[in-house]
């Protein structure tokens, strides 16, 4: 993840995963930083859910790959028109 901006005061991530007996676990809060972050989830022999939780929504980032692959989830918005 190639991240651009991020809010004043920084922000953090932590990953989220299933596990093998049914349950969830949520890893310890890291720091972002800008430019390239990489997150690492090593792999089980069993099917699991692996999220990643931002501790803001003002993270900004232009590249996303997952497993080398390019993601297109990266998305571009117009500001609101101020109707006033």
């Given at each position: ?9 920084g ?7 299933t ?6 676990f949520?890893g310890?809060a890291?720091a972002?930083?800008l430019?390239e ?14 999220k990643?939780?931002f501790?803001s ?5 232009d590249?996303l790959s997952?497993n ?6 990266s ?7 101020d109707?006033?």
């Open positions: 993840m190639n991240i651009t901006s991020l809010p004043e005061g922000a953090n991530y932590r990953v989220f995963k596990t093998a007996n049914g349950g969830s949520f310890n890291t972002l930083t430019g972050n990489t997150f690492t989830v090593g792999g089980v022999g069993f099917d699991r859910a692996v990643f939780q501790s929504g003002d993270v900004v980032f590249a997952v080398g692959v390019e993601s297109g989830c998305l571009s918005e117009e500001p609101a028109a109707h006033q």
